[in-house]
């Protein structure tokens, strides 16, 4: 199809009529779509001369319009989607901005480069007036590219040029297959010399990976397990664990033998032969474990097994001489590549740009001594910055280099100076990111709610500046497939972040008096409190957040300190049991309040009449522990918003014969319950909160009943329900639930079928019912959903929709695709 086609079809009054709804439409694009409006009504006519003038083009120039008509397709198909957009899904408008500037790039490059070249040459030799009409496309151009240039969608009126670059590159595909190419030229060697010893010297059973932090250690690791001739040599059985500086030496054990043995569901607590026994195999299998990011010579000695066929990778900063039978020192990038890869991150290319000042990016480049991760953090950092504002960071720089300190050290300070360049709240918010414990992913909402409540953004900001930190190379998200939707839950989207990284937001924060810092972080995991905590303890501690990482802690291991400041606690453990820290009492602002277990199986929670004194908590999240019983005499929580109970179990300890939930939790507007095991019936109490806004039961496989009474939740907009096989039946009272804009039954395998009186639910807009294969018709009341506006459900019931669809014009089905992963054993 031909550009010209397309301006003078049926697809040109739809763009102009998605554009003008767009405009319509309270929505940050509105000023854009106005402008793009102007300009397909101006640049209309000319295309349509070119088309009648008889001309006809090369088979050359013809290829190069029918690729920029395909873009301005898919840009149709853009504008429908942020047409459907609501305003308030932040991450769904995010993916959306990245993609219209996307859009951008590729229109004006075509604009500035094939379409001069090409279109311009054909209309040369039209007949009429070819001079004027040169004038007339040349100034069509220049509008198309300052109008989509002004297609960047901030957040809020005061975002600042800051969101702008963060939605321009956030989660860009381009950066990583780019980065590939450049980096699979230094890894293939290196990859090679590791297969050599590891798989072409079967007398050598445990092999390293060394080098410093930030120089492509796991990277390389990762590389090398996915090597299909490693794959086919191991038979695929290949088993990667991150070990860190806190590791659960148990539960690594039992997954290394697990794994050997054929038994993925092995427990700590199984009795676990000795790892050096010697015994013969009916059949030896080849096996390799890869031991990730190791930091001591005790905890690889109890990971490193001498079974016949097994073989280890050990990842490391440091060498083991003694255990070790060869060693793959990772070598820094050549000048060459260091270069390369510096100009992709601070120029979007991979050479230098003829306008930049080659000597300063070059000493730029050679202050980053040959580390990916510095030139990837730094680059990012100058991007679109001014000559002076290079020049400065290059004196930082030079500066930063402390004399006879480590290497890594001097890494340190050379990446501090991409962070104090942040805006003062997003270089708060990555230093925060300090107070989690390495190598673990963090959920979204843990990040989002914590922000929120220290910083005094919105939730939206605080999304947007998370976007920019992944941008600057700073953190990276992880996200399930299927999130972005809108309504989607944040919960199954989590950060992570580089050691190296993590090292420096708790280099940063722990400068200057303990008990003024505004963070009291404990760098990773030990068996009580710092000493100099314990030395300090005399005068209160300052600090805004504090983080605590400890194995089972009892009363009498904490230490009586005061927190007059402190507005989060996070508390990390590895235990079965836990003493809540009795210092909770001297916490009167603590706003939100995060426990996280990182062992095996659920903790039991002592001391839980502490929750009596935390009378400004606003948000709560529980996390691999057995929820504590709170009783009706317990002081209500007159501010807490959000209340995220994850992986726990919950022993009956939300029944009403236990606790008045309204009268707990009076003001609660959110609830979440995760992959909670023993939840066999909603309590009824849940009805009387009638501030809740989202109620979020998912990934519980024994729900089988909720409250008849559900519809008195006058307040509710969002419900979901995913992945709750037991439930066979949604209560009459759902029906009554007239403010409800979200419904997620997806994966109820044996939910029969929607409540008869669905019609009533008049702000329903987005139902989810994926997987939901029992369902075999739907109630003929379906078709008076008026403000419904999308299903997602499988290809077997996409045709009980049909009628629907016809009924309500509006209404748009989309039909799922399979979508099947593992990644949540990782944790």
């Known amino acids: 199809m031909a550009v010209t086609d397309f301006f003078a079809g049926e697809i040109a009054t739809e763009l102009l009529k998605t554009l003008i709804n767009i405009s319509r439409k309270s929505c940050l694009c509105k000023s854009s779509a106005e402008q793009l409006i102007a300009y397909i009504e101006e640049f209309l006519p000319i295309i349509q001369e070119i088309k009648y003038s008889g001309v006809e083009l090369?088979?050359?120039?013809q290829f190069q319009l029918d690729?920029?008509?395909?873009?301005?397709?898919?840009?149709?198909?853009?504008?429908?989607?942020?047409?459907?957009?609501?305003?308030?899904?932040?991450?769904?408008?995010l993916q959306l901005a990245r993609k219209m500037e996307k859009l951008e790039k590729n229109v004006s490059r075509f604009v500035q480069g094939p379409l001069q070249g090409h279109l311009l040459a054909d209309v040369h030799h039209l007949r009429f007036e070819s001079t004027e009409r040169f004038d007339r496309l040349e100034k069509s151009n220049q509008r198309l590219e300052q109008r989509l240039g002004a297609l960047k969608i901030g957040v809020g009126s005061g975002g600042g040029g800051w969101v702008e670059e963060a939605l321009k590159r956030a989660e860009e595909q381009d950066l990583m297959k780019w980065e590939g190419s450049l980096v699979n030229r230094v890894l293939d060697l290196a990859k090679k010399k590791v297969k050599e010893m590891v798989i072409e010297r079967e007398d050598w059973g445990v092999v390293g990976i060394c080098g410093i932090g930030g120089s492509g250690k796991t990277t390389l690791a990762r590389d090398f397990c996915r090597d299909e001739q490693v794959r086919s040599y191991f038979s695929d059985r290949i088993l990667f664990l991150t070990v860190s500086q806190?590791?659960?030496?148990?539960q690594l054990k039992a997954k290394i033998w697990g794994f050997i043995m054929g038994n993925q569901n092995f427990s700590p607590t199984s009795v676990i032969p000795q790892w050096n026994l010697q015994f013969e195999w009916s059949v030896r299998t080849r096996s390799l474990v890869v031991l990730d990011d190791v930091w001591s010579l005790p905890v690889l000695e109890g990971l490193i097994s001498k079974i016949p066929g097994c073989k280890t990778l050990v990842v490391s900063r440091f060498k083991f001489p003694t255990i070790f039978n060869s060693t793959f020192d990772v070598e820094l990038l050549r000048d060459d590549e260091a270069?390369?890869?510096?100009?992709?991150?601070?120029?979007?290319?991979?050479?230098?740009?003829?306008?930049?000042n080659e000597n300063l990016v070059k000493q730029i480049v050679n202050e980053c001594k040959g580390l990916p991760l510095a030139l990837k953090v730094i680059g990012a950092s100058l991007r679109g910055q001014s000559e002076m504002f290079w020049a400065s960071a290059k004196n930082r720089l030079s500066r930063g280099e402390p004399i006879c300190e480590s290497h890594e050290n001097n890494l340190l300070e050379r990446m501090a100076m991409s962070i104090n360049c942040l805006p003062n709240k997003v270089r708060e918010c990555f230093l925060d990111l300090g107070a989690f414990p390495e190598d673990k992913k963090i959920p979204l909402d843990v990040l989002i709610n914590m922000w929120v409540e220290i910083h005094d953004i919105d939730e939206e900001e605080a999304f947007a500046i998370l976007v920019e930190l992944s941008n600057k190379n700073l953190v990276t998200l992880v996200k399930d497939a299927r999130d972005g939707d809108i309504y989607t839950s944040s919960y199954d989207i989590s950060v992570t972040q580089h050691d190296v990284l993590r090292d420096l937001a708790l280099h940063l924060s722990n400068r200057g008096n303990i008990n003024e810092r505004r963070r009291l972080l404990m760098p990773r995991r030990e068996q009580c409190l710092p000493k100099e905590w314990d030395r300090n303890s005399d005068e209160p501690f300052n600090a805004q957040i504090v983080s605590i990482h400890t194995g089972e802690m009892n009363e009498m291991e904490w230490v009586d300190m005061k927190f007059p400041k402190a507005e989060v606690l996070i508390l990390n453990f590895s235990s079965m049991e836990y003493f809540l820290p009795p210092f909770m009492n001297n916490m009167p602002k603590l706003r939100a309040l995060i426990v996280i277990n990182y062992s095996s199986d659920n903790a039991t929670l002592e001391n839980s009449s502490v929750f009596s004194n935390l009378v400004n908590l606003r948000s709560l999240w529980l996390e691999k522990v057995s929820v504590p019983q709170l009783s009706s005499a317990t002081v209500p929580l007159k501010h807490l918003r959000k209340l995220s109970i994850i992986l726990c179990r919950i022993n009956k300890s939300l029944d009403q014969s236990v606790v008045?939930?309204?009268?707990?939790?009076?003001?609660?507007?959110?609830?979440?319950?995760?992959?909670?095991?023993?939840?066999?019936?909603?309590?009824?109490?849940?009805?009387g909160m009638h501030f809740l806004k989202t109620l979020s039961i998912t990934n519980c496989h024994n729900l089988c009943q909720l409250p008849a009474e559900l519809g008195k939740l006058k307040c509710l907009q969002i419900l979901r329900l995913y992945a709750c096989p037991a439930l066979k039946t949604l209560p009459p009272g759902i029906c009554e639930l007239l403010w409800l804009k979200y419904l997620d039954i997806s994966q109820c395998v044996n939910l029969s079928c929607l409540p008869m009186g669905v019609d009533k639910m008049v702000s329903l807009e987005k139902i989810n019912m994926r997987e939901c294969s029992q369902i075999r018709n739907l109630p003929k009341t379906v078709v008076s959903l008026r403000s419904l506006r999308q299903v997602i459900c499988d290809e077997e019931l996409s045709w009980l929709w049909k009628d629907v669809e016809a009924a309500l014009p509006h209404l748009h089905v989309q039909v799922a695709e399979n979508y099947f992963t593992l990644d949540w054993l990782d944790e």
């Open 58 to 61: 090369s088979a050359g120039r």
């Open 67 to 93: 690729r920029f008509s395909e873009t301005l397709r898919q840009g149709l198909e853009l504008c429908n989607k942020v047409l459907a957009s609501t305003r308030w899904n932040v991450y769904r408008n």
């Open 246 to 250: 806190s590791p659960d030496l148990q």
């Open 339 to 356: 270069l390369s890869l510096f100009c992709h991150s601070a120029f979007g290319q991979k050479s230098m740009p003829p306008t930049a």
């Open 660 to 687: 008045d939930l309204p009268h707990t939790f009076p003001r609660l507007s959110e609830l979440t319950i995760d992959h909670c095991v023993d939840l066999f019936e909603l309590p009824s109490s849940i009805c």
